[in-house]
């Protein structure tokens, strides 16, 4: 395969991801691997556990996810809320807002990594 080939000439690039594609200027293989993100975000190192109460600085927490995640849809906003603990024990509500899909990846036992993201 050649940089100067059509993307759509990539596996999983049809005409509609094409046209999107091209609202960004991206016409070939080239376009797409010098197309670079605007920004990039900096993740505090994930630490234990959580480091003091209201909490200032942004940072990050492996823990365990410890309920159910629950997902609740109102003015068409959705909020998928749940339970993680950290490795001292203590227990933080989480919550993501339009994100219904990880419903089915978030399960209780999980370890995972949390950051605290504002927009």
């Excluded at 906003?77 to 933080?92: E, N």
């Amino acid at each position: 395969m050649k940089i100067e080939q059509s993307i759509m000439d990539l596996k999983g690039i049809g005409e509609k991801n094409a046209a999107l594609f091209h609202k960004l200027n991206i016409e070939t293989i080239e376009d797409l691997l010098y197309h670079f993100p605007r920004e990039y975000m900096r993740y505090p190192k994930a630490g234990p556990h959580l480091k003091g109460a209201g909490r200032a600085l942004k940072q990050a927490v492996v823990a365990t996810v410890k309920s159910v995640p629950v997902l609740t849809r109102m003015r068409g906003t959705s909020l998928l809320k749940f339970q993680i603990v950290d490795q001292k024990g203590q227990m933080i509500w989480v919550s993501f807002y339009h994100m219904p899909y990880l419903k089915n990846t978030i399960k209780p036992g999980k370890h995972m990594c949390f950051t605290e993201l504002s927009m």
